[in-house]
T-cell receptor, first 112, second 115 residues
Framework: QQQVKQSPQSLIVQKGGISIINCAYE??????FPWYQQFPGKGPALLIA?????SEKKEGRFTISFNKSAKQFSLHIMDSQPGDSATYFC???????????FGKGTRLSVIA | DAGVIQSPRHEVTEMGQEVTLRCKPI?????LFWYRQTMMRGLELLIY????????DSGMPEDRFSAKMPNASFSTLKIQPSEPRDSAVYFC?????????????FGEGSRLTVL
């Protein structure tokens, strides 16, 4: 049973556009929602994370939007650049030292 | 710190052979995780350790897979015998807070191809 569902599987965005990746979760006990970024040949690296006590978190061009009632959260990349081309993973976990559960990933390509 | 170090980076082997993947976590981190990445299934947690003790190995696909952590600075993931369906990228990650609130630091992965 997949606990975190991520969409789309792949995404092509023009340079300067907005990239949007969505995730939905099932376990209402989840209280930590990070996004990881992975470049080819590298391991994933933490990009940005949010907790349910806020509905939005912004770091530079990257924003997480969180909708607790809908059990959904999304990553928005503003002014997308070719250097943002990577695979993005959403994830979730809950307090109690449980490991992260990852979505299947979204391959983003930003074209000039 | 050099980060999480994995070896080998690439491994090509024939079906039935034993494969051993190695990981050195970041010094001071007390959690270590083994993940497997495939196109079809994404990132799957195989097993994780806390203070060198295996906590949850429910993600290990079958008895052909085993993992050890003999000390705080070294872990291995072994597949014996290997099968073509084991072909994937295997990642080791470490953390100081169990991954639920702390950042996971991943190695660069070991790409395994079983012919």
């Amino acid at each position: 049973q997949q606990q975190v569902k991520q969409s789309p599987q792949s995404l092509i965005v023009q340079k300067g556009g907005i990239s949007i990746i969505n995730c939905a979760y099932e376990n209402t006990a989840f209280d930590y929602f990070p996004w990881y970024q992975q470049f080819p040949g590298k391991g994933p690296a933490l990009l940005i994370a949010i907790r349910p006590d806020v509905s939005e978190k912004k770091e530079g061009r990257f924003t997480i939007s969180f909708n607790k009632s809908a059990k959904q959260f999304s990553l928005h990349i503003m002014d997308s650049q070719p250097g943002d081309s990577a695979t993005y993973f959403c994830a979730a976990s809950y307090s109690g030292n449980t490991p992260l559960v990852f979505g299947k990933g979204t391959r983003l390509s930003v074209i000039a | 710190d050099a980060g999480v170090i994995q070896s080998p980076r690439h491994e090509v082997t024939e079906m039935g052979q034993e494969v051993t993947l190695r990981c050195k976590p970041i010094s001071g981190h007390d959690y270590l995780f083994w993940y497997r990445q495939t196109m079809m299934r994404g990132l799957e947690l195989l097993i994780y350790f806390n203070n060198n003790v295996p906590i949850d190995d429910s993600g290990m696909p079958e008895d052909r897979f085993s993992a050890k952590m003999p000390n705080a600075s070294f872990s291995t993931l072994k597949i014996q015998p290997s099968e073509p369906r084991d072909s994937a990228v295997y990642f080791c990650a470490s953390s100081s807070l169990g991954g639920d609130t702390g950042e996971l630091f991943f190695g660069e992965g070991s790409r395994l191809t079983v012919l």
